[in-house]
């Protein structure tokens, strides 16, 4: 009788305890995340809406690299950069910069090297006994271009003598700005050798045979039998050259009034200059120190 009733009890106690351990799997199992609870994005609070579109973003950024090294065959991995990197690094320690002067190459370079010397010794020896050429003689009276002209003398040059270009252009009829620019170009500005020697702005010539003594110098513009006048004054220079485009050929070019271009174009083909760019350098320094305006 004592057996079967430790039996029963025993039995009894073990159906107690499972029906208590199921009550607490079902309490438990009831607190576990099983069902998922759906938040709209206005209800969703700040920072958890923002930790869902990081992890969104992080998802695709993982999807995107995956299928960026599947169909790139892995190029965009570390380890394959840096393996290119390091076979790039030896190409160019071998064969140099430039495909021709690396390691590989260095044994013919060295070579070569030794040719050069031994030819630019052997051409060493041959200049040494020819004659050296005379340097070129620079011409001091040829005019400059337009582009070889310092803004700060140019300007110097315009403010001292527009006065002077405008009082011959309301005797002569000759713009005032054709006046100055003809007076930049062939004076360079008032700097050059024959500007500030024989006071001649426009590189004006002697063609006279019998010309007394001091009235012109050479200074070998086209030829050394090219003459210069000498002036005891920068005026006298310019009246001497109004009073040359108001003769001669250069009368007809008074029918063109005060427009610069036309005069411009007038004295180069009229033979003023030899330079085949002598109207577009005076077009261009009338337009670019405004002279245009003294015309007025």
């Not at 995340?33 to 998802?59: I, Y």
């Not at 390091?86 to 140099?96: D, S, V, W």
């Not at 040359?244 to 083909?269: I, N, P, Q, V």
């Not at 320094?285 to 003294?294: F, G």
């Amino acid at each position: 009788m004592g057996k079967n009733k430790w039996y029963f009890e025993t039995e009894n106690n073990a159906k107690q305890t499972g029906s208590a351990t199921n009550q607490n799997r079902s309490k438990k199992s009831s607190y576990l995340p099983s069902t998922f609870v759906w938040e709209s994005p206005e209800n969703m609070p700040l920072p958890k809406l923002l930790r869902l579109v990081w992890l969104r973003f992080r998802r695709s950024w993982v999807a995107l690299r995956f299928q960026a090294n599947r169909w790139s065959f892995g190029i965009f991995k570390k380890k394959t950069l840096v393996q290119l990197g390091f076979l790039g690094c030896l190409a160019f320690i071998l064969l140099g910069p430039d495909g021709q002067s690396g390691l590989l190459n260095r044994g013919e370079n060295s070579t070569s090297f030794i040719a050069q010397e031994s030819n630019f010794d052997l051409g060493r020896e041959e200049k040494i006994t020819r004659k050296a050429k005379p340097a070129k003689r620079k011409n001091e009276a040829a005019p400059v271009n337009d582009h070889e002209l310092l803004r700060t003398q140019s300007q110097a040059y315009i403010q001292r003598y527009s006065k002077i270009a405008m009082g011959e252009m309301n005797q002569f009829g000759i713009p005032a700005s054709i006046s100055l620019a003809q007076g930049l170009v062939e004076s360079r500005a008032g700097t050059s050798k024959l500007a500030v020697s024989n006071n001649n702005h426009f590189g004006m010539k002697c063609f006279s045979k019998k010309c007394p003594k001091g009235h012109c110098s050479n200074f070998t513009d086209d030829s050394h039998k090219d003459f210069f006048r000498k002036f005891p004054n920068a005026w006298e220079s310019w009246r001497a050259h109004s009073q040359l485009l108001a003769s001669g050929r250069y009368t007809k070019l008074k029918r063109y009034g005060r427009d610069y271009r036309a005069w411009a174009y007038g004295l180069k083909a009229a033979g003023y200059a030899t330079d085949k760019t002598y109207a577009e350098q005076l077009i261009g320094i009338i337009e670019r120190y405004d002279l245009q305006k003294y015309d007025r």
